[in-house]
Structures are given as structure tokens and as C-alpha cells.
């Protein structure tokens, strides 16, 4: 495996090829609403979305565009309306903006993929949506991939970017990514979108599986408040443009490339995380020992979700009867006697009893922009971590406003 | 089946041959915080417990009590601290908290049970509990009952109790119960214990089956937080004094006792969830259609569990999206275009599309003290309720206490 390297100010124009944009449609009131990106040419392009059952009609059609070549070669996403629930009508709508923006752009319908997010229930505004794609003019410059990082946000208090590059085969290949995560004031829910781009020659389907192996250590394993979102999405296109030899698992720098864009989704995710609805910290929950890696996945992401272990993080509370709790109720292989929770670097509990610590200290590493829990279980070789955030008043602020 | 009758004020001791009593050991500076339960004659007794791995010391005791002829006489329980994590020295002091009782009364020790509640990782003060144990005197008055009633309670804000009676075989049979909820300032989490009695004539093993019936309707479906604690326990001791046929499935009247226990687990329940911490409502969801029971279970827990749906409920916001998503994420059968929602009596959502509603008579709706949320899958004949509450500042406030 070769060396990655994080670019500094790095975001999803970085790879060779890609351009991005955004605009005021008018569907809100004057922040961006309507973002795109853009490929230079077709690239090979993977996709994974909620599990809810209320898949939202966007959803619908990027799973239609992709069944064609699995290649994209734009993306168009809104907020302000999340397009979810609105039955044939929505299906429709979100059909026409697939098609809207394939003409004015020259491409086949195929090569775009639509993504919304904002308020559950209401219709698209197709008038302000047509008007806003013509003003649509993706350039690969810093300030137009802005322009889109902003147009995708909802209560989100900062866009979310990042970039990794890494040489494979003498050539340079590059990964980068846009976010937006959680919530939205009016009214409605945490929707993570997230879009990676790469220049990296890949088949659609090593990339499939390459996205469905990352996402579930990393934007899988955040949480906020335990709410799925009918609209999450998350898509990647690679258009070839590195010049590496193809990448498969068999290619020697097949680890190389995995690194990098694990290092986005997880960089990306935990911004997400950290920037939830009320959040005042990122809170990284580590598990070693488990069984597997997906029963450390498991009780990892049970601790970071706990309403309990949220709010002591909030008050700066070491309730390690929390956290060991949380691990209790996980649907994993435990044993009660052989516990290690240590906070930061702080050993709280080793083989399950108290050990003596310094309660001022905790104190005084709660007060960092992050929090770290980790646990060993001491049953096996299993690895896992999840980011969450601490539950504060604000979350109830946000979330028990009226819609009106 | 016969009609059944709520008893007012009843409580533990309605029920023929039961007693009761609480007093402040001085593991707590003036509440009471040890309490005991105890029957006239031998009782036929069943237990249901907390999934978690960490079950605490006193639940591992009970286990062995029931397992020796699954009869009770006496159930000893204390409040201000769990014996939970406590290791060896925790066990052992909740074989001697039995043995003490059961010395002092003179039974067997396996007709003796015992149940915590309180702070995680702490020892019980054994001399405190022994000396409390010699104060204890049982008797079948309202009095007495109330002293156990608030021997049991943490931050609980009222005591909780309830009894039903009906006729059977010409005779007056009596359930009745008291339990505990959520949680605890200092530190730790939501303990539910539930005790109840009766003096029908039934085998332990008819009344195992028939607790973890009504437990899986009622017990098993309110959520305050998600998180499942250490010590949660329900025990309910039959002394048969009721002069009553043996209660079996074939007995004529077998609906009429499950009536009376699903009554009192019911009442007890939501009792809990209305008192749970920072709560100002009961959230009671109910949903009809299902494909079997058990999938209408899953989804009312799901709804009535999100942190999303309780902050819209605190905050008297009509917010349909958060519950159809709620739905959404519930692993069960759907068809997303077949919903229909009510809250309260105003149906917002038929088929999957919003209906003209008030949104003046919702508000109004909100502001009583019981929100009732209804869905209708129509898939099947599936029905299922839960219990919750909404999510309030001052759940914040409870749980980001420093424990200092």
C-alpha cells in the first residue's frame, strides 16, 4: 500500500474532470437550494441509499439511471423539499428534473441521477426547478464546488468537504467528497447526502462493492438521534481520467485506493456527526475485542446512540454504569467479567470493575470539541467504531419547534 | 369471561393474604429506600428480567430463589443503589440481604426474592441493609402499602399502583401490583420494577406463561429512552387464597384472569412511561393492520421510541413525515402507499396522502396530557399498542447532572 495524502482545502473537484455549481432556484429564500455535479465524461458510478421503507422518489429514479450502464456523468440535488411521500406526482417530478437537466446539458437521461432533501409531504416546485437548472454552469474551481456544498445543506452549520490523493501505477489518483447531514428546522429530519468523485479507473461494480464495504464502517456508523431518513444517498462516480491501471481487489494498490476512499467517507461522516442537530461534541466510540468486526460495529454504535451516554457527554459526566449498560443491551456476544471502558486516555473500568481515576481530569478532557470512548471486550480479534454527538437542549430546541 | 372491576386505590395488598411495608434503612438520608413484600402462605411465583448481559447481582439471586420450587413468600427490595457491576462481592451480598430477611421471618431462603434499583458500580452498605431488614414489619393496610410503594421509586415523581378484581368459580378473585420507573439523578438509568399479586389459585408454571404474555404487550412496549437497564424485573407471586378452580388455559374463566393482569401491567406501565424522566405527556401509539401482532408491536415501539416523533409531541407539532419515517425504518412488512395516521381523533394521512386537517385542533389536542397516535397499515389483522412519553428539556437537564 502506498502513502495517502489528505489535500489541503481538497473537496469532490479535486479528482481530474469534475466541476460542480449551485444556485438559488427560489424554492428557498435566497440560500443556495440547487447544486449539481459534473463529469467531463461518463464515469463508472455506485450508489447506496436508506433502508427505509418510504424510499423517496429520487431515490427511485438515481436506482433507474444506474440500472442502465452504471455510469452517471451529472448529479442534481436539491433541499428545501425532500420529495418523500408525494406518491405519483413525486415520481414524476423527479423524473422531469432528471430530464430537464439531461437536456440542457446533452446527455442521455440515463447519465443523471437526482437527489433531494428538506421537507417530507410537499411537491417539488417544478417551475423554480426548471428556471434554476438553466442558471446551472459547473466550473472546477474552488468557489463553484462551494457554491454546491452550501446548496445541499439544510440546518447544517458548515459544509463538508474533504480530499485524499494517492499514486497508483505512477499516475496520481485522487478521492474527494461533499456532505450535508442533519436536520431540518421545517420541519422534518436528518437526511445525509453524500457525493464522492474520483479519478481512479474502476469498474462500476469493484466500485459497488468497494462503496458497500466503506459506507458500513463509516456513514453507517454514525448517528444522531436514531432516525432514518427516507432520502439518504450516498453515490460515488469514477471517471477513469488517473490514467492508473483498472482497479480490482487483485491490483497491488487495491489498498491504496480503499484507504483513501475510506478516509473521505469517514472524515465526511464524522463532520456529519459532529455537526448533528444541537451537537456541541464529536463522540467517537472505539470497540476492540469483540468477536468480529461487526459485533464491535454493533456495540460501538449502541454506545454512541444511547439518549443516556448523550446526554453525560453533554454534562461531562464519566457515567461509565452508562456506557457498560449500553454494551448490555447490544445484540453481541459479551462477557460481563472481562470489560476494559476507558475515556480518552483515561482506563475507567478494567475487567469489568472501577479503577481508581481522576474525576477532575475527565472533567477537564470533556471540555475538548471531541469525545472518546473505548472499550475491549476481551473475547476476540473484532474491530469497530461510530461517531455520534452529545444530546443537548438545543436538539430539543430544534426538534420541538413548530413547523409553522 | 366475567366483568372486570378496577378496585380503587387498590394496590399489593388487595389481594387476600398479602402484606407490605417500607422503611429508610439510611442508605438514602430520609426516604424511604427498603421495602418488603410478603404473603400469608407460600405463593406460586414467575419472573420475567432484563435482556441485558449485565444483569445484576440480585436478579442472578431471585433466578436461584425461583428455580429451587418456583414459590415465594417474600420479596425484599431497595432503592438507592443497583448491586449492579458489582462483581463477587455483589453477589454475595444479595444472597445475605435473603438471608437476613429469611432468617427474620423464619422461611426456607429460596421463598425469598430480591430486587435493586439505584447507582451502578456501587456496594450496598450490607450494615445499613441489615439493620433496615430487623425494622420491617408487614401489614394489610393502605399505610403499609404505601411505604413499600415509595421505598422503590428513584426519581420517580409518584408512587404507582393499581388492582382489578372479577368472580371466578364463585369467588372474588384479586390482582393487583406497584412498580417503579425511570431513573436516577445520581447517577444512573431508568430501572423498571414491577411487583404483582394475587390471590388466584394458579401453578407457577400456567403464571410463568401468562407474565410473559402480558409482559411482551405491556412491560416490553414503553420505552422512555431506549436504554435497557441492568436490574429491570417483574415478579408476580400467586397465593392461591382466593379459593378459586386451579387457573389453567382450559378453565373457563382464563381470559377473565388474563384480563385482570394485562390490566394491571397496563396501568402499571403507562403510569411508567407518563413518569418518565422530563416527560410532560403519555405518548400511547397504537397500530392496527399489521401483518400479525407481533410486526404491530415492532412499529408502535419504533414510533413511540424516536427521539424525533418525542420532540414533535413536546413540542405539539403535528409532524406526520417523522412519524411515517419512524414506520419506515421499523423492520416489519410495509406498503408504503396504505398508511393511514390519526392523532388523536384527526385523521392527517389516508392511503399515504396527506388529508385536510385542523392544525388548530391538533395544537389544541397536544396540549392534554395523553397524546394518542394511530396508524393503519392495511396489510392484515396485526394490532399492537405502546407507551412513551415526549422528549423535554428537562430530560436533559435530568441526565447531564454531574453526578457530583
Same mark, same amino acid.
Given at each position: 500500500?502506498?502513502?495517502?495524502?489528505?489535500?489541503?482545502?481538497?473537496?469532490?473537484?479535486?479528482?481530474?474532470?469534475? %466541476?460542480?455549481?449551485?444556485?438559488?432556484?427560489?424554492?428557498?429564500? +435566497?440560500?443556495?437550494?440547487?447544486?449539481?455535479?459534473?463529469?467531463?465524461?461518463?464515469?463508472?458510478?455506485?450508489?447506496?441509499?436508506?433502508?427505509?421503507?418510504?424510499?423517496?422518489?429520487?431515490?427511485?429514479?438515481?436506482?433507474?439511471?444506474?440500472?442502465?450502464?452504471?455510469?452517471?456523468? @451529472?448529479?442534481?440535488?436539491?433541499?428545501?423539499? !425532500?420529495?418523500?411521500? +408525494?406518491?405519483?406526482?413525486?415520481?414524476?417530478?423527479?423524473?422531469?428534473?432528471?430530464?430537464?437537466? %439531461?437536456?440542457?446539458?446533452?446527455?442521455?437521461?440515463?447519465?443523471?441521477?437526482?437527489?433531494?432533501?428538506?421537507?417530507?409531504?410537499?411537491?417539488?416546485?417544478?417551475?423554480?426547478?426548471?428556471?434554476?437548472?438553466?442558471?446551472?454552469?459547473? %466550473?472546477?474551481?474552488?468557489?463553484?464546488?462551494?457554491?454546491?456544498?452550501?446548496?445541499?445543506?439544510?440546518?447544517?452549520?458548515?459544509?463538508?468537504?474533504?480530499?485524499?490523493?494517492?499514486?497508483?501505477?505512477?499516475?496520481?489518483?485522487?478521492?474527494?467528497?461533499?456532505?450535508?447531514?442533519?436536520?431540518?428546522?421545517?420541519?422534518?429530519?436528518?437526511?445525509?447526502?453524500?457525493?464522492?468523485?474520483?479519478? !481512479?479507473?474502476?469498474?462500476?461494480?469493484?466500485?459497488?462493492?468497494?462503496?458497500?464495504?466503506?459506507?458500513?464502517?463509516?456513514?453507517?456508523?454514525?448517528?444522531?438521534?436514531?432516525?432514518?431518513?427516507?432520502?439518504?444517498?450516498?453515490?460515488?462516480?469514477?471517471?477513469?481520467?488517473?490514467?492508473?491501471?483498472?482497479?480490482?481487489?487483485?491490483?497491488?494498490?487495491?489498498?491504496?485506493?480503499?484507504?483513501?476512499?475510506?478516509?473521505?467517507?469517514?472524515?465526511?461522516?464524522?463532520?456529519? @456527526?459532529?455537526?448533528?442537530?444541537?451537537? +456541541?461534541?464529536?463522540?467517537?466510540?472505539?470497540?476492540?475485542?469483540?468477536?468480529?468486526?461487526?459485533?464491535?460495529?454493533? !456495540? @460501538?454504535?449502541?454506545?454512541?446512540?444511547?439518549?443516556?451516554?448523550?446526554?453525560?457527554?453533554?454534562? %461531562?459526566?464519566?457515567?461509565?454504569?452508562?456506557?457498560?449498560?449500553?454494551?448490555?443491551? !447490544?445484540?453481541?456476544?459479551?462477557?460481563?467479567?472481562?470489560?476494559?471502558?476507558?475515556?480518552?486516555?483515561?482506563?475507567?473500568?478494567?475487567?469489568?470493575?472501577?479503577?481508581?481515576?481522576?474525576?477532575?481530569?475527565?472533567?477537564?478532557?470533556?471540555?475538548?470539541?471531541?469525545?472518546?470512548?473505548?472499550?475491549?471486550?476481551?473475547?476476540?480479534?473484532?474491530?469497530?467504531?461510530?461517531?455520534?454527538?452529545?444530546?443537548?437542549?438545543?436538539?430539543?430546541?430544534?426538534?420541538?419547534?413548530?413547523?409553522?
Amino acid at each position: 500500500m502506498s502513502a495517502i495524502s489528505k489535500i489541503q482545502q481538497g473537496s469532490l473537484i479535486s479528482p481530474k474532470g469534475f %466541476a460542480a455549481t449551485g444556485v438559488n432556484s427560489g424554492v428557498r429564500e +435566497t440560500r443556495n437550494d440547487l447544486g449539481m455535479i459534473f463529469s467531463e465524461v461518463p464515469a463508472e458510478s455506485a450508489a447506496v441509499y436508506t433502508t427505509s421503507h418510504f424510499q423517496a422518489a429520487p431515490i427511485k429514479v438515481t436506482q433507474d439511471s444506474l440500472s442502465v450502464e452504471q455510469k452517471l456523468q @451529472a448529479i442534481l440535488v436539491n433541499s428545501g423539499c !425532500a420529495n418523500a411521500c +408525494t406518491g405519483k406526482q413525486g415520481l414524476q417530478d423527479a423524473y422531469q428534473s432528471r430530464k430537464s437537466l %439531461a437536456e440542457k446539458f446533452h446527455l442521455p437521461e440515463h447519465y443523471v441521477a437526482v437527489a433531494s432533501t428538506g421537507v417530507i409531504g410537499e411537491h417539488l416546485q417544478m417551475d423554480k426547478i426548471a428556471s434554476g437548472i438553466q442558471k446551472l454552469q459547473p %466550473a472546477s474551481d474552488e468557489a463553484s464546488a462551494e457554491q454546491f456544498e452550501t446548496a445541499i445543506l439544510t440546518t447544517d452549520l458548515a459544509t463538508k468537504k474533504c480530499a485524499f490523493e494517492a499514486v497508483i501505477d505512477g499516475q496520481t489518483v485522487t478521492v474527494g467528497g461533499a456532505a450535508k447531514g442533519s436536520g431540518m428546522i421545517h420541519p422534518n429530519m436528518a437526511t445525509m447526502l453524500a457525493f464522492i468523485t474520483t479519478d !481512479a479507473l474502476i469498474s462500476a461494480e469493484h466500485l459497488q462493492t468497494a462503496l458497500r464495504q466503506v459506507t458500513n464502517q463509516t456513514f453507517n456508523q454514525i448517528t444522531v438521534d436514531g432516525d432514518t431518513s427516507t432520502n439518504d444517498t450516498v453515490v460515488v462516480m469514477a471517471n477513469g481520467l488517473a490514467g492508473n491501471n483498472p482497479l480490482t481487489p487483485d491490483h497491488p494498490q487495491w489498498d491504496t485506493f480503499m484507504a483513501m476512499l475510506k478516509e473521505v467517507s469517514a472524515i465526511l461522516a464524522k463532520k456529519i @456527526a459532529r455537526d448533528g442537530e444541537g451537537a +456541541t461534541k464529536l463522540v467517537e466510540v472505539e470497540v476492540f475485542g469483540a468477536l468480529n468486526d461487526q459485533e464491535a460495529q454493533v !456495540a @460501538a454504535k449502541e454506545v454512541v446512540g444511547s439518549n443516556l451516554v448523550k446526554t453525560a457527554v453533554f454534562g %461531562a459526566d464519566a457515567n461509565w454504569g452508562r456506557i457498560i449498560s449500553a454494551v448490555g443491551y !447490544a445484540d453481541i456476544t459479551v462477557n460481563p467479567e472481562t470489560i476494559d471502558i476507558a475515556i480518552g486516555d483515561q482506563t475507567i473500568l478494567e475487567q469489568s470493575e472501577v479503577v481508581a481515576y481522576s474525576e477532575e481530569q475527565i472533567i477537564e478532557y470533556f471540555k475538548g470539541e471531541t469525545v472518546k470512548i473505548s472499550i475491549h471486550l476481551h473475547l476476540g480479534e473484532g474491530h469497530g467504531m461510530a461517531w455520534g454527538c452529545d444530546l443537548s437542549y438545543d436538539y430539543i430546541k430544534i426538534n420541538a419547534s413548530y413547523r409553522t
